[in-house]
């Protein structure tokens, strides 16, 4: 019973730290508010939305990796 | 580092390079024609040109979309955080877009007006005549100082 109860915690360990760096991974890398705005020449400053915005930072991130 | 077939590519090249050296922040400077070609840049030696030129293109595209979806026909300027750095761009008439990289930590706001200043020149060096730089935005920190 003992052995078991310690796999037990030993996998819940495991499962929380895997979910902990999913969420940091996630997090990292998603398009936050204020990321991204675009002066219209309007005289608009806009902030795409979460899609769009992504799309801006990975094409950034790509950008700025092989820029060096 | 010559670069498509325009006249002038050393002069815009020496545009940027002295962008670089006004604006310490700034990691690459190019200009790109409206079509996504890379018209002069200061990329090191050793990175794929065509290939930067290609995604700074896109990322112009999707700003100029972005514009066109909030009821403008273009974007007069653009920043993108990563966690790497900053990717600005600034519209230039006729299409070209002028794009540099910083770091993560840099003062944007002080780039932006580099940028501004610098677009004067460039627009004189492609042709479009030599404009006033844009009135500075809110986004500046300590314009004075800058003048060199």
């Known amino acids: 019973m003992r052995k078991f109860l310690g796999r037990l915690v030993f996998l819940g360990a495991v499962a929380g730290a895997v979910l902990v760096l999913r969420n940091y991974l996630q997090d990292s890398a998603a398009a936050k508010r204020g990321d991204v705005q675009v002066v219209v020449d309007t005289g608009a400053t806009v902030e795409p939305g979460s899609a769009e915005a992504q799309e801006f930072v990975d094409i950034a991130r790509k950008v700025l990796e092989i820029s060096g | ?148």
């Open chain 2, 1 to 148: 580092m010559a670069e498509g077939d325009a006249t002038g590519v050393g002069e815009l090249e020496g545009v940027l390079e002295n962008l670089r050296a006004l604006s310490g922040e700034i990691t690459t400077a190019a200009v790109l024609s409206e079509g996504g070609e890379s018209r002069a840049s200061t990329l090191p030696p050793g990175v794929d040109r065509e290939r930067h030129a290609a995604m700074l293109a896109a990322l112009a595209g999707i700003a100029r979309r972005t514009a066109r979806e909030n009821g403008g026909s273009g974007f007069t300027q653009a920043r993108i955080r990563a966690e790497e750095g900053h990717v600005l761009l600034v519209g230039l008439e006729g299409g070209e877009t002028l794009a540099v990289t910083t770091g993560p930590d840099a003062r944007v706001g002080l780039v932006l007006y580099d940028m501004r200043n610098a677009r004067g020149e460039l627009q004189r060096v492609l042709g479009y005549g030599d404009s006033e730089p844009d009135d500075v935005g809110s986004e500046t920190e300590g314009p004075g100082e800058r003048k060199q």
